[in-house]
């Protein structure tokens, strides 16, 4: 089975993947192959950098280029992490064998999160948090809110680590339950 994971920032996105990979899934980011686009650009590796190298590289090759990128490399068991865009979703579909998993979080919880992490351009404040990611979902290519609403399960990330891994277990059960009855 192929996972794709999409969500907002904060959400809780790689701790769902990192998840995965401890329980063997070989990991892939379409962000990475963003990264890899904005360093061959000699820019700096910013979120303003990364979203303006994504929408400029969706507009000029569509907007499954970054999933595109990856999937000759996807096996049974892989983790897709950051997929931000519907087209992205749609080619990754057509591997057979893949469900989105929508990660998401009250706002002042993906805040916190953010704060924590570090990352550089999150935003210092709630409002300035909130300012960037609804620049984010506007404009050419990225499409976060219509990429999580094509998740085949979602999970609300607002507690504990433990109950978000719990949360995984029972869906991976629930695949696995479902290839069992299909088959």
């Given at each position: 089975?192929?996972?794709?994971?999409?969500?907002?920032?904060?959400?809780?996105?790689?701790?769902?993947?990192?998840?995965?990979?401890?329980k063997g899934f070989i990991?892939?980011?379409?962000?990475?192959?963003?990264?890899?686009?904005?360093?061959?650009?000699?820019?700096?590796?910013?979120?303003?950098?990364?979203?303006?190298?994504?929408?400029?590289?969706?507009?000029?090759?569509g907007d499954g280029f970054?999933?595109?990128?990856?999937?000759?490399?996807?096996?049974?068991?892989?983790?897709?992490?950051?997929?931000?865009?519907?087209?992205?979703?749609?080619?990754?579909?057509?591997?057979?064998?893949?469900?989105?998993?929508?990660?998401?979080?009250p706002v002042g919880v993906?805040?916190?999160?953010?704060?924590?992490?570090?990352?550089?351009?999150?935003?210092?404040?709630?409002?300035?948090?909130?300012?960037?990611?609804?620049?984010?979902?506007?404009?050419?290519?990225?499409?976060?809110?219509?990429?999580?609403?094509?998740?085949?399960?979602?999970?609300?990330?607002?507690?504990?680590?433990?109950?978000?891994?719990?949360?995984?277990?029972?869906?991976?059960?629930?695949?696995?339950?479902?290839?069992?009855?299909?088959?």
């Open positions: 089975m192929i996972i794709g994971i999409t969500g907002p920032n904060g959400s809780g996105k790689g701790e769902v993947a990192n998840y995965l990979k401890s990991y892939f980011s379409l962000s990475d192959v963003v990264r890899q686009e904005t360093q061959k650009s000699n820019l700096s590796l910013t979120r303003e950098n990364l979203i303006k190298t994504g929408r400029e590289i969706r507009k000029e090759r970054f999933a595109k990128q990856i999937i000759s490399e996807l096996k049974d068991n892989s983790v897709v992490d950051s997929i931000r865009n519907p087209s992205e979703v749609e080619v990754l579909k057509q591997m057979g064998n893949f469900v989105l998993l929508g990660v998401n979080a993906r805040f916190k999160r953010s704060k924590k992490r570090g990352r550089v351009g999150d935003g210092s404040t709630v409002e300035e948090f909130v300012k960037l990611e609804e620049e984010e979902n506007r404009g050419i290519g990225q499409d976060p809110i219509e990429t999580l609403k094509m998740s085949n399960f979602l999970i609300i990330n607002d507690k504990t680590v433990d109950h978000l891994h719990i949360q995984i277990d029972k869906i991976l059960d629930f695949i696995q339950n479902e290839k069992s009855t299909n088959n």
